[in-house]
C-alpha cells in the first residue's frame, strides 16, 4: 500500500505569495473585480499611483479602485496554517517598527512594506485613523419629502448632500451625522431608507451596497440613501 504523497509548502507558493513583492501574503487583500489578491500594503499602495490591477492589467475603477477591495480572513488563516510560525514572525516584526518609531526628519527609515504592514494592523484604525485606510464609499444623503410627515419641517435637507466614508460606517453613525449637520434635538429619531426599506442602525454601507442598493453600477453611482422623520407604527 502506498504512503501518502507529502506536499511541501513550496508547493502552494503560487497561491499565497504577492504578484507585487513576491513574498507570502500579509493581509491578504482581494480585488473583487478580477478576483486576484495580494497583500494589502502593496495592492494600496499600488492604487494611489494606478488604478489598474497590477497582475491582470484590468481598470478596477475610474477614480478610487480602493472601493474594490476586500480583506480575505479565510486565505489568512490557511497561510498562518500551512507556513509556521509566520504569525509569530509578522508579529515580531509589527512589535519592532512599533519601537522604532522612524519619524526623524519626516521620514521613514524602515522598510515601506514594512512600515505599512504595521499601519495596517491597527484593525480598529489606532488613534487619529478613523478608518481612512478602509475602502470608501461615496453617498448621497437625500431627504425624503412627504407633507403628510409630522415634523418634517424640523428636517431639512443638507447643503452637502454627498459624502465619502469607510464601507465600514453603519446606519447609526450616518443617523448621528445627520442630527449634527441638521441640528436635530437629541430625541429626535430619523429613519433611513435605501430604495424605500428602512435600513436597520446596524447595517453598514458595504452591506447596504452589495444587499439593498438595486442600481448597482457605474450608472447608479454613488449609492443614495434617504432619510426622513421616523414614523412609529405602533
Not at 461615496?138 to 459624502?163: H, P, Q, T, W, Y
Request: charged fraction near 30%.
Amino acid at each position: 500500500m502506498t504512503s501518502p504523497r507529502k506536499h511541501l509548502v513550496k508547493d502552494f507558493n503560487h497561491f499565497i505569495t504577492c504578484y507585487v513583492c513576491k513574498g507570502y501574503l500579509i493581509k491578504p487583500t482581494t480585488v473583487t473585480e478580477c478576483l486576484h489578491t495580494f497583500c494589502k500594503s502593496c495592492i494600496v499602495q499600488h492604487f494611489e499611483d494606478s488604478n489598474d490591477c497590477p497582475k491582470c492589467g484590468i481598470q478596477v475603477h475610474e477614480t478610487n479602485p480602493r472601493e474594490m477591495l476586500r480583506l480575505d480572513n479565510t486565505l489568512e488563516e490557511i497561510i498562518f496554517k500551512l507556513v509556521p510560525g509566520l504569525r509569530e514572525k509578522q508579529q515580531q516584526e509589527i512589535e519592532f517598527w512599533r519601537s522604532r518609531k522612524w519619524k526623524e526628519n519626516g521620514e521613514e527609515d524602515g522598510p515601506r512594506s514594512k512600515r505599512s504592514r504595521l499601519d495596517d494592523e491597527d484593525d480598529g484604525g489606532g488613534d487619529g485613523d478613523y478608518h481612512r485606510s478602509d475602502p470608501q464609499i461615496a453617498i448621497c444623503l437625500d431627504c425624503l419629502r412627504n407633507s403628510s410627515l409630522v415634523g418634517e419641517n424640523v428636517v431639512k435637507g443638507l447643503m452637502k448632500k454627498f459624502i465619502r466614508c469607510s464601507t465600514r460606517v453603519t446606519v447609526g453613525t450616518i443617523k448621528k451625522f445627520l442630527s449634527l449637520k441638521l441640528k436635530l434635538p437629541s430625541s429626535y429619531e430619523l429613519d433611513v431608507l435605501c430604495n424605500g426599506e428602512i435600513m436597520g442602525k446596524d447595517h453598514t454601507m458595504e452591506f447596504i451596497y452589495m444587499t439593498r442598493w438595486r442600481l448597482r453600477g457605474e450608472t447608479a453611482y454613488p449609492m443614495v440613501l434617504e432619510y426622513r422623520p421616523r414614523i412609529d407604527f405602533g
